[in-house]
């Protein structure tokens, strides 16, 4: 069966991709996510009260039963602060489990932390073992907690700019899900299924992707992972918002053609 692709689109005017074509929505939650913002959680270092979780659940439907949590706040600077972040995921695990123990919960780009640098390294070099080590930190405590491994596996080049890292793209990817893979075996629970986060974009919003490259992460996603979930859609850019859709633009195109029987992806 073909793998799942998921997404997290933010367009105005987007089409209901899961009538159409199955691909399942996943509600990427934030600490001030809602409209206005669920109450209790003011301090971005800190952890929610149970207002905000109380709040949060009740506002989320997951139509697949999974959510992606994003809380880029906390510090990974050190071994001590790595291993006080993890526990706070442990934390938000069991209070959102213990008021949906039906949801799926995945994690933006932890445990396995996007580096471009080091994961085009030899896995014996200081780079790559620093980097493993630091992910190790994270991992050994909040991977057993993790339903849904979600790494961002946005890519930063274009061939404009710097046509000689377009040669690591493969591998970057590779490295990442690799140690996806490893980290969901050595710490976490093999039923986990590993979903990427990628966008089209380069990961500074300036302009689109090659087109080959682009291509590219697609298929080497769909390769290596259990599947994947298209972002993008809001301008990040000043005047920031979301993106019209555009049933022809290049980047749908090249996911359209992955899904003309309309795949499941429960």
Not at 153 to 165: C, E, G, I
Request: proline share 8%; hydrophobic share 40%.
């Amino acid at each position: 069966m073909d793998k799942p692709i998921f997404h997290g689109l933010l367009h105005s005017g987007k089409p209901d991709l899961e009538a159409l074509y199955r691909v399942g929505y996943i509600p990427m939650v934030t600490r001030t996510a809602g409209s206005p913002p669920y109450p209790g959680w003011d301090d971005p270092l800190g952890l929610p009260t149970g207002a905000w979780y109380d709040a949060m659940v009740a506002a989320t439907n997951p139509p697949r039963g999974i959510i992606l949590m994003d809380h880029e706040q906390w510090p990974y600077g050190t071994q001590a602060e790595r291993q006080a972040t993890a526990g706070k995921y442990v934390i938000l695990y069991n209070e959102i489990k213990a008021r949906r123990p039906g949801w799926k919960i995945g994690w933006y780009a932890d445990p396995i932390r996007r580096n471009f640098w080091a994961s085009i390294k030899d896995q014996g070099s200081v780079e790559f073992k620093a980097w493993r080590s630091e992910m190790n930190d994270l991992a050994a405590i909040m991977a057993p907690f993790t339903d849904v491994y979600m790494p961002s596996l946005y890519f930063h080049y274009t061939r404009d700019s710097a046509p000689q890292n377009l040669d690591w793209v493969t591998t970057y990817l590779i490295a990442h899900l690799d140690e996806a893979k490893r980290i969901r075996r050595v710490y976490g629970r093999m039923e986990s299924p590993i979903y990427p986060y990628i966008w089209w974009r380069r990961a500074d919003d300036v302009k689109d992707l090659d087109a080959d490259v682009w291509e590219t992460i697609v298929r080497t996603v769909l390769e290596h992972a259990d599947g994947l979930v298209l972002w993008g859609g809001f301008k990040t850019v000043a005047p920031a918002g979301p993106l019209p859709w555009d049933e022809n633009a290049p980047w749908w195109v090249t996911i359209k053609a992955r899904l003309t029987d309309k795949r499941r992806t429960g």
